[in-house]
């Protein structure tokens, strides 16, 4: 990445007084397919999209999540009386999966995949990811008699911007959207095509 000295940037405007408060938890998820992520990219609010990229096996929806993300800052070699530039972002999901049974198989495919973007969402955002991330899995079981055997996924990207915001599309991350929610077919290759969106 290039050097650009502070303040080089156009800032949009700021929007303030919205009274518009946003309530936290990754609440679901989905994992759309690198081949399939333009398709929504450019109309991310529409459900026929992605009830589409669902039936085709592109799109593994998770409705019903546990989690959280962060952003931490990659920061490089500063300049001038900067002591560091910002470089870019890593992007880190961890979320948990209350579907356990019988999904074994599932994420024995998927982890260690780099061939999907992650989109999430909080209270009524979808949160769209910009690059490909890397899915790994974990099941965590406690020496308790009282918690939930839960597979733990953790999915990292990097990018200099935060996710893309949108609108949760209606009627998507909801229980039973089609009988094929865990349909994908996934590709485990690690090709070089992931670095292009």
Known sequence: MAYYPSNCNEIPTHQS???EAEMGRVRGV????KSF?????????????????VNLGMIVLLPETNGEYTAEPINGR????????????KHIVTYQ????????EHYNAINGSRNYYLAFITET???????????????????????DVLYTITARWTHDLLPQQYLK??????????TNVYGASFDNSFDDSFDNP
């Open 125 to 147: 955002i979808l949160h769209l990811a910009q690059r490909p991330c890397n899915l790994i899995v974990n099941l965590p079981i406690k020496n308790s008699v009282k918690d």
């Open 37 to 53: 992520y333009n398709q929504v990219a450019i109309d991310p609010e529409n459900s026929i999209v992605w009830q589409a990229g």
């Open 97 to 104: 999966d209350p579907d356990f049974y019988g999904n074994v």
């Open 78 to 89: 500063g300049y001038g009386y900067s002591e560091e530039t910002f470089v870019a972002f």
């Open 30 to 33: 989905a994992l759309i397919h």
């Open 17 to 19: 007084c919205t009274c």
């Open 169 to 178: 599309p209606d009627n998507v991350f909801v229980c039973n959207i089609s």
